[in-house]
């Protein structure tokens, strides 16, 4: 009963490891601990800042649209209604201080206007909510599925091990993209489906990080007498071996909601992901790409955004992954 | 076990992975709402008609038997027949194959020339301005969309500065008789070669930053090496120490990077393809699913994947070719 007693306890440290008398080198799997390095890290604390920023953009934004029905896109005095077109149409404005063919930028609306006269500012504000939701919530698939698939492969081996390999191997080949195009062309093109698509083809990804983590944990002293002392499989692999795994998993969780956002930006721009007229970056390019010529900045601002965005998330997963990892720290 | 050995052990283990695939397509094409008979005959078709088109496709019959029939098909080299172009599906992978290839080839091209001199200064110049520069490019491209890359550079190399065309590409062995404005074969390379390079340099961004990336972090091991080191001591001149001792080595996680990248690079030529309205894979798959022309949609995402499968082969026996600690596969 001692293993499981340790068991529990592990499992509660990973979350909060700020008891004293900890050895130091199970203290790196810990989340405070992790938080602790990025804090030191200045590149990582950038990006942290910039996502947090983003996230409570998007959150505000996603209030907005589910809850409020844009209300207060109408009430803050430099937003506009991000989906219907405006009453008095300037299409294709530039950006204020500048000026096209069609007429010269305004502070009403400081980026400029879209093809159908509404405020590209108002709109790329409100394309967070598609691009975060859709980045963490695949992310969140392919963690998920990636670790139990992983997990379970490399803890049983064998004949588990080998279909479950051959099947995400064949995940894995086809190009991600094309993957989930031909899984959207199946079941819709809608953006919750895009986001399974995202999350289902990012399985492979986690689960040979996990895999490679469970099989050489699987050794480990502490798991054979774990299983002496008679604790069940399904509870070595969650209180032992995920937790163990948690450094190398974060870092790669990081970085791929970052290709998810691009995965998901590419599909709405190739028509597949977040319909008209709802605000998404990719469909926005999309839109611009028509109008390149008399309103070059229309296809300069989404791609921006992307831009910043999924810069933010690899510099938290570089800083993460210097952080934990023991080689630069000691 | 030999190289050659090796080699067929590799492709033999394909084999599942392109059946697995064969499967996946199989039951997602299978799964396309909408009908393929309603899209050839209008909306109000005689019920005769449609069973001519459903016997002809082999429609009527019973899913697992389709499926099977299709699997032998493959083994024979019949990717089976084009609903809406009425030509098989081999037919039309072969008349756009090599334009994808011929910009996924020079994406890597532009991608690998500039990408090692770049990570190997930067690692040789550590923490200096110059490593600096090259990992903040390197940062900025892996997080910028492909296609947004080429949407920029359409804006201002053809619309802004006029010098090169913004959309279409062909081979440069194409006939000078189907290249407007061109009389020899050298104005059709020129041309070629124009139309290749904005779609080239979009597509190949992302594999030069993540090559530099792994470049750069595999060469600063390496030049740590007490063999590198021995070799500095012995008073080998820098230049010498770089090329001939510390960067061979260091290209076993370049190359597996290289392998990796091109599942990206023909997922990435979807896009790109797209932008510059080039007449390739990418395009047709799109084309493919817009059309609901399901066996061109399986034939094409066959296609990308055992494409995908070969360049991970290549990879591994160069791997094994360049390393002599690999074992080939043995346990």
Redesign the interface.
């Given at each position: 009963m001692m293993a499981v007693h340790e068991t529990q306890g592990e499992e509660e440290f990973a979350d909060e490891p700020t008891e004293g008398g900890v050895d130091e080198v199970e203290a790196r799997v810990g989340l405070a601990y992790t938080l602790k390095q990025v804090k030191r890290d200045s590149t990582a604390r950038m990006g942290f800042y910039i996502i947090a920023f983003i996230t409570a953009i998007a959150a505000f934004v996603s209030i907005d649209y589910y809850l409020l029905d844009y209300a207060m896109a109408k009430a803050i005095p430099f937003l506009h209604h991000p989906e219907r077109d405006p009453e008095v149409i300037n299409t294709l404005l530039p950006p204020v201080g500048m000026e096209n063919g069609l007429g010269s930028g305004t502070w009403e609306h400081p980026l400029g206007t879209d093809h159908r006269g509404r405020d590209i500012l108002t709109r790329l504000i409100y394309g967070t909510r598609i691009a975060m939701t859709v980045g963490f919530m695949a992310t969140a698939i392919g963690l998920v599925g990636g670790t139990l698939v992983g997990a379970v492969s490399g803890y049983y081996g064998g004949w588990v091990d080998d279909v479950l390999q051959r099947i995400t191997d064949t995940i894995y080949a086809i190009p991600f993209l094309v993957l989930v195009i031909a899984f959207m062309s199946a079941f819709g093109r809608d953006i919750s489906y895009a986001m399974v698509g995202v999350g289902i083809a990012s399985i492979p990804v986690f689960n040979r990080l996990i895999r490679s983590r469970v099989v050489s944990i699987r050794e480990e002293e502490y798991i054979e007498a774990a299983k002496a002392a008679g604790v069940k499989d399904r509870n070595i692999i969650l209180r032992h071996v995920i937790p163990n795994s948690f450094a190398p998993v974060l870092v790669q969780a990081t970085l791929q909601v970052g290709v998810s956002i691009l995965i998901v930006a590419g599909l709405s721009f190739l028509g597949f992901g977040a319909q008209p007229p709802t605000p998404s970056w990719g469909q926005m390019l999309a839109a611009s790409r028509n109008y390149m010529l008399p309103a070059p900045t229309f296809s300069i601002w989404p791609g921006i955004a992307i831009l910043v965005t999924v810069v933010a998330f690899n510099l938290l997963g570089d800083g993460l992954q210097d952080a934990l990892d023991p080689r630069i720290n000691n | 076990m030999g190289l050659l050995r090796y080699t067929v052990w590799r492709c033999l283990q394909a084999i599942?992975?392109l059946v697995?695939?064969l499967?996946?397509?199989f039951f997602?094409?299978n799964?396309?709402?909408g009908d393929p008979v309603s899209i050839m005959l209008g909306p109000t078709p005689s019920a005769e008609m449609v069973e001519q088109i459903q016997a002809r496709y082999g429609l009527d019959r019973p899913l697992h038997e389709r499926y099977f029939s299709y699997l032998a098909g493959v083994a024979q080299g019949d990717l089976g027949h084009s609903i809406y172009y009425d030509v098989p599906v081999l037919t039309k992978i072969i008349e756009r194959l090599p334009v994808t290839a011929y910009l996924v080839f020079s994406a890597f091209g532009f991608a690998l020339l500039t990408a090692i001199p770049l990570g190997v200064i930067s690692a040789k110049r550590r923490n200096e301005p110059v490593d600096h520069v090259s990992r903040i490019v390197a940062?900025?491209g892996?997080?910028?969309?492909?296609?947004?890359i080429g949407?920029?550079l359409?804006?201002v190399f053809s619309?802004?500065l006029g010098l090169l065309p913004a959309t279409g590409l062909f081979l440069p062995w194409a006939d000078p008789a189907n290249v407007r404005g061109a009389a020899t074969q050298f104005d059709v390379v020129v041309e070629s070669f124009k139309r290749l390079l904005m779609p080239m340099v979009a597509l190949g961004t992302l594999q030069m930053a993540s090559i530099t990336r792994i470049e750069r972090s595999s060469m600063v091991d390496s030049l740590q090496n007490e063999y590198v080191k021995l070799a500095r001591a012995y008073g080998v001149d820098e230049r010498g120490v770089i090329w001939k001792h510390a960067f061979k080595p260091a290209q076993l996680p370049v190359i597996t990077i290289v392998g990796l990248g091109l599942?990206?690079a023909?997922?990435?030529a979807?896009?790109i393809e797209?932008?510059f309205e080039i007449n390739g894979m990418g395009r047709l798959?799109?084309q493919a699913?817009n059309n609901q022309d399901y066996p061109l949609?399986m034939g094409t995402?066959f296609m990308?994947?055992a494409l995908?499968?070969v360049g991970?082969i290549i990879t591994d026996i160069s791997y094994a070719y360049i390393d002599p600690r690999v074992s080939y596969g043995e346990k």
């Open positions: - | 599942p992975v697995g695939i499967t996946i397509t997602l094409t799964a396309i709402p940062l900025i892996v997080s910028t969309p492909s296609f947004w949407l920029l359409i804006i619309f802004q599942s990206t023909l997922g990435g979807v896009l797209t932008v798959i799109i699913i949609v995402t990308l994947g995908y499968l991970v």
